[in-house]
């Protein structure tokens, strides 16, 4: 290890304070950053309850701010506010909503130091997997922005009796959507949802998580910054499993993504009040080295698809199944490359891993492979904590030897901790990626598009990627990106990321003729003519 020891306080956005100020004794000081930076930032959150609650940055420890807490009547108000904001929002034309977000791609440009930044401060990770948070929500904002007209405009569908028959859809919005997020990419989870909502006409009320709620705080900021209406985005700040009911109840649709288990209870609480929901949750994401693999591409890539921010990344894999022939190839290689990584903690750029995002976080990881190695694993990389670089830093770590009974095996670690398991046959392999009950994402290294592509088929997951580890599905926002099984239910980005949003509205005009008899007709002979037709429209091949 090539361990960076230096928490760089010169950094390129000018948040830092010059001096400490001394939050034990002015609440709305910061050790880490300006406090009125903070105040600005935390202002945003709808909160009379005078309450605040601190929040430290995994790097050192150090207080970043102090988050002000929203009751259930401050969830009410900001819903109120968004329904009124929304009501207007939806009578903006779409010209005006796609400027507004092209706005924001570039803003979010201008001021990516600034949001990798404080990504570093809140999360901890290293800047290179900060870079990728702005970076998505720019594609994000640009995509909606240019295909608003094709995913929103009314749009023509066969009606059942050619040329008498004119249906159109249109596309309303669902009103107030509540989203609730994680804190692993804070500012990629507060915003990629949020936007396909607004630009389909919605308002949003927002709970980020607790630990990362300046990241989101500073997408908001800049969403208004960008032209989009002050209301149209609320926050509320507090604890999920005390907001989240309030929320759902107020809600016209769920946007949640997070753990399997919270998505469970979030589910259940939509089916009572008939609304729906999107769920992205965990994942135990396997990667496929197939013998026809290039070895030192796939190296390279599974050190991305396993440790990229600490392995705390829905879509990072856990499992690895390699095959025979390259096995000790690939696993020389990769074991190689893991060593050389250089962990840091600090926002400058140069470090390869940064730190896990708290105690509960290092507790599951050391649990994971304490419980590994105590029955029979052997570690190849890593395999420790590194409290010298911060308080949550743990090694990357690839374990050989993982067997059904060690809780890494089927249970989604969330860090950088990955299996590797040898085979020998494809068809076993793919058994083995599709075994568990997660359907997240995956991967597959081979020379061969076509039959990695034809494997890709028989993965039972949302997304697979070939020859890349996540970057080249979860950047393609033109696809759909989520889980099947007890990864999630919808889809985000694409259509259905935007499509979810709204209610569909099938208009149709009938002309000349309807659909009882007609001029003394009987009914038989209507019923008979009506069987007619429907062989005739079979024999032309109409749908
Ligand atoms: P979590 O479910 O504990 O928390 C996620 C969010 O839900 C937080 O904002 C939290 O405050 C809130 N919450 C918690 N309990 C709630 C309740 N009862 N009602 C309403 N809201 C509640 O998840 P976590 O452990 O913090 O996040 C990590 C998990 O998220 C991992 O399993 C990871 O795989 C998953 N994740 C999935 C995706 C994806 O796109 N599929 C992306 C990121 C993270």
Same mark, same amino acid.
């Given at each position: =290890?090539?361990?960076?020891?230096?928490?760089?306080?010169?950094? +390129?956005?000018?948040?830092?304070?010059?001096?400490?100020?001394?939050?034990?004794?002015?609440?709305?000081?910061?050790?880490?950053?300006?406090?009125?930076?903070?105040?600005?930032?935390?202002?945003? #959150?709808?909160?009379?309850?005078?309450?605040?609650?601190?929040?430290?940055?995994?790097?050192?420890?150090?207080?970043?701010?102090?988050?002000?807490?929203?009751?259930?009547?401050?969830?009410?108000?900001?819903?109120?506010? *968004?329904?009124?904001?929304?009501?207007?929002?939806?009578?903006?034309?779409?010209?005006?909503?796609?400027?507004?977000?092209?706005?924001?791609?570039?803003?979010?440009?201008?001021?990516?130091?600034?949001?990798?930044?404080?990504?570093?401060?809140?999360?901890?990770? *290293?800047?290179?997997?900060?870079?990728?948070?702005?970076?998505?929500?720019?594609?994000?904002?640009?995509?909606? +922005?240019?295909?608003?007209?094709?995913?929103?405009?009314?749009?023509?569908?066969?009606?059942?009796?050619?040329?008498?028959?004119?249906?159109?859809?249109?596309?309303?919005?669902?009103?107030?959507?509540?989203?609730?997020?994680?804190?692993?990419?804070?500012?990629?989870?507060?915003?990629?949802?949020?936007?396909?909502?607004? =630009?389909?006409?919605?308002?949003?009320?927002?709970?980020?998580?607790?630990?990362?709620?300046?990241?989101?705080?500073?997408?908001?900021?800049?969403?208004?910054?960008?032209?989009?209406?002050?209301?149209?985005?609320?926050?509320?700040?507090?604890?999920?499993?005390?907001?989240?009911?309030?929320?759902?109840?107020?809600?016209?649709?769920?946007?949640? !993504?997070?753990?399997?288990? !919270?998505?469970?209870?979030?589910?259940?609480?939509?089916?009572?009040?008939?609304?729906?929901?999107?769920?992205?949750?965990?994942?135990?994401?396997?990667?496929?080295?197939?013998?026809?693999?290039? #070895?030192?591409?796939?190296?390279?890539?599974?050190?991305?698809?396993?440790?990229?921010?600490?392995?705390?990344?829905? #879509?990072?894999?856990?499992? %690895?199944?390699?095959?025979?022939?390259?096995?000790?190839?690939?696993?020389?290689?990769?074991?190689?490359?893991?060593?050389?990584?250089?962990?840091?903690?600090?926002?400058?750029?140069?470090?390869? %891993?940064?730190?896990?995002?708290?105690?509960?976080?290092?507790?599951?990881?050391?649990?994971?492979?304490?419980?590994?190695?105590?029955?029979?694993?052997?570690?190849?990389?890593?395999?420790?904590?590194?409290?010298?670089?911060?308080?949550?830093?743990?090694?990357?770590?690839?374990?050989?030897? #993982?067997?059904?009974?060690?809780?890494?095996?089927?249970?989604?670690?969330?860090?950088?901790?990955?299996?590797?398991?040898?085979?020998?046959?494809?068809?076993?392999?793919? +058994?083995?990626?599709?075994?568990?009950?997660?359907?997240?994402?995956?991967?597959?290294?081979?020379?061969?598009?076509?039959?990695?592509?034809?494997?890709?088929?028989?993965?039972?997951?949302?997304?697979?990627?070939?020859?890349?580890?996540?970057?080249?599905?979860?950047?393609?926002?033109?696809?759909?990106?989520?889980?099947?099984?007890?990864?999630?239910?919808?889809?985000?980005?694409?259509?259905?990321?935007?499509?979810?949003?709204?209610?569909?509205?099938?208009?149709?005009?009938?002309?000349?003729?309807?659909?009882?008899?007609?001029?003394? %007709?009987?009914?038989? +002979?209507?019923?008979?003519? =009506?069987?007619?037709?429907?062989?005739? %429209?079979?024999?032309?091949?109409?749908?």
């Amino acid at each position: =290890m090539n361990p960076m020891s230096d928490p760089a306080p010169e950094h +390129a956005s000018g948040l830092a304070t010059a001096g400490p100020a001394d939050p034990e004794h002015d609440r709305t000081a910061s050790y880490a950053l300006d406090p009125g930076y903070v105040r600005a930032l935390t202002d945003r #959150v709808v909160s009379t309850t005078g309450e605040s609650v601190p929040t430290y940055s995994p790097f050192t420890g150090q207080p970043l701010g102090a988050i002000p807490q929203s009751s259930t009547a401050d969830v009410e108000t900001a819903y109120r506010r *968004a329904q009124r904001a929304q009501e207007a929002w939806a009578a903006t034309p779409l010209e005006d909503r796609s400027r507004a977000m092209l706005a924001l791609h570039d803003l979010i440009l201008d001021r990516q130091d600034e949001i990798i930044d404080l990504v570093c401060w809140e999360s901890g990770k *290293a800047r290179k997997h900060a870079f990728d948070e702005p970076l998505h929500v720019a594609l994000t904002a640009r995509y909606y +922005a240019r295909t608003a007209h094709e995913h929103l405009d009314p749009s023509r569908k066969a009606g059942v009796v050619p040329g008498l028959t004119r249906v159109e859809v249109n596309r309303e919005p669902k009103g107030v959507v509540g989203v609730i997020s994680p804190w692993n990419y804070p500012f990629t989870m507060a915003l990629c949802d949020g936007l396909p909502a607004l =630009m389909a006409g919605n308002a949003v009320v927002h709970k980020p998580d607790a630990q990362t709620m300046l990241s989101a705080l500073l997408g908001v900021q800049l969403l208004e910054e960008a032209g989009f209406p002050r209301d149209l985005w609320q926050v509320v700040a507090g604890p999920g499993r005390e907001l989240g009911g309030p929320m759902i109840e107020r809600s016209d649709y769920v946007c949640f !993504t997070g753990s399997t288990a !919270t998505g469970k209870v979030i589910a259940r609480q939509c089916a009572d009040r008939l609304i729906g929901c999107s769920l992205e949750l965990g994942g135990k994401n396997p990667i496929l080295v197939l013998r026809d693999a290039a #070895v030192d591409r796939a190296a390279e890539g599974a050190v991305r698809a396993a440790f990229s921010n600490a392995g705390q990344l829905c #879509v990072s894999m856990e499992r %690895m199944f390699v095959a025979d022939q390259v096995y000790d190839r690939f696993v020389a290689r990769f074991v190689e490359r893991t060593k050389a990584m250089r962990l840091g903690s600090g926002l400058e750029w140069g470090s390869d %891993m940064g730190s896990l995002i708290s105690k509960a976080q290092l507790d599951t990881v050391t649990a994971h492979v304490e419980d590994a190695v105590g029955k029979g694993a052997r570690v190849l990389a890593g395999g420790r904590a590194r409290p010298d670089l911060g308080p949550y830093f743990y090694e990357p770590t690839i374990l050989e030897g #993982v067997t059904p009974d060690m809780t890494c095996f089927g249970d989604e670690t969330f860090g950088p901790v990955i299996a590797l398991y040898r085979f020998h046959d494809e068809a076993e392999a793919v +058994a083995r990626a599709n075994a568990g009950e997660y359907g997240l994402n995956a991967s597959i290294y081979s020379r061969d598009g076509k039959r990695a592509r034809a494997i890709a088929r028989q993965i039972r997951c949302g997304t697979v990627n070939i020859n890349e580890a996540f970057g080249a599905t979860f950047a393609s926002i033109d696809s759909p990106m989520g889980g099947m099984r007890q990864s999630g239910m919808g889809r985000r980005q694409g259509a259905e990321g935007i499509h979810r949003y709204t209610e569909s509205q099938s208009v149709a005009t009938q002309r000349v003729v309807r659909f009882a008899p007609m001029l003394g %007709m009987s009914d038989q +002979a209507y019923a008979r003519m =009506m069987t007619a037709n429907l062989r005739l %429209m079979n024999k032309l091949r109409r749908k």
